[in-house]
């Protein structure tokens, strides 16, 4: 495998970004993620904080921390993985994180890997989507993309400017991408609108690395905030409601043993190249 450490936007294209790892180097791994072309990207997307607008290269290690952050994403930023991989993970890298459905990281032959069943429906849903799951169930896993949701936060990538919920789409049979990004383009910056300083956050147990609680974003017009609480089975569904970042993710595999249907088999990620969801 060839890894190149980009010091320009062309440098990019036909490859598979890479900023911490914190995502890729597992699923690559695994055999999940493939690819002949790593590119580093640490060298052409932007870091830091100035007012309002975030580099996607940022780690969240830097943003729990800084005054600058509206409180609500900075506790989203606290609250996710460990010390080590908040010290590696990018903001960017995090809105664009996989599912963490046990099924598709075993590598079942579901939907998202391709195949014609989903069997967390059939199977253990109990951590999925709550609502639009009838394709597939899994749910965003970004707790930063809830608050940002909240936030109103909108993005600037190497092609084009976007609010963040149109980063986001859900799967289809003809195809089963779950973000809006062409192959090689790259979120640069995060934009936060003026005033979502006063954004505020009810704190909540929560044992950050293992994922046991979920996570919800609401906004007023005078404040954001980001809530957490326990996992609704799916099968409740809001039609006026897309699936979003935050609507999943509680954790309890490692505590319950799991019930699989049926024996795992190998498959290839169908979507882009360049990347999973
Ligand atoms: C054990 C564990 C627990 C975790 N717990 C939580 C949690 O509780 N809450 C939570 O929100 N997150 C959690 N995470 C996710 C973690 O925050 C992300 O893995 C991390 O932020 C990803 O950032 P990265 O820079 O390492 O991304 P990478 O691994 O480098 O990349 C991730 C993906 O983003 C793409 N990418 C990276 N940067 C860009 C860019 N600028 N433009 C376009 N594409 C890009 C890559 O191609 C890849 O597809 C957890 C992760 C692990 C491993
Ligand atoms: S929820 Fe999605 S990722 Fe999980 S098994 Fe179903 S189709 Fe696959």
Request: charged letters at 25%; one cysteine or more.
């Amino acid at each position: 495998m060839e890894l190149v450490r980009a010091t320009s936007l062309d440098q990019v294209d036909g490859g598979l970004a890479i900023h911490g790892g914190t995502e890729v180097v597992p699923l690559l791994r695994d055999g999940i993620l493939q690819t002949d072309r790593l590119v580093d990207v640490r060298g052409v997307v932007p870091h830091g904080v100035n007012g309002g607008t975030i580099g996607a290269g940022t780690t969240l290690a830097e943003l729990e921390v800084n005054a600058q952050i509206p409180e609500a994403l900075r506790e989203a930023c606290r609250l996710a993985a460990s010390p080590q991989l908040r010290n590696m993970g990018s903001i960017g890298g995090n809105l664009l994180q996989s599912t963490r459905c046990w099924y598709w990281r075993l590598q079942y032959p579901c939907r998202l890997h391709g195949g014609d069943r989903c069997h967390a429906q059939e199977g253990e849903h109990r951590e999925h989507a709550i609502f639009a799951n009838d394709f597939c169930a899994s749910a965003h896993p970004s707790d930063v993309a809830a608050a940002l949701l909240a936030l109103g936060a909108q993005l600037h990538t190497t092609q084009r400017e976007l609010a963040l919920d149109e980063l986001y789409r859900l799967p289809t049979e003809d195809d089963r991408d779950l973000i809006t990004l062409a192959p090689g383009e790259l979120i640069l910056e995060l934009e936060l609108p003026p005033g979502s300083s006063s954004s505020s956050y009810p704190r909540s147990r929560r044992a950050s690395t293992s994922r046991r609680w979920t996570g919800s974003a609401g906004r007023s017009p005078r404040s954001a905030s980001l809530q957490r609480g326990r996992a609704a089975r799916p099968g409740s569904r809001s039609p006026e409601s897309p699936r979003s970042p935050g609507c999943s993710t509680a954790r309890r595999a490692s505590r319950r043993r799991l019930r699989f249907p049926e024996q795992p088999g190998r498959s290839t990620w169908p979507g882009r190249s360049s990347g999973g969801p």
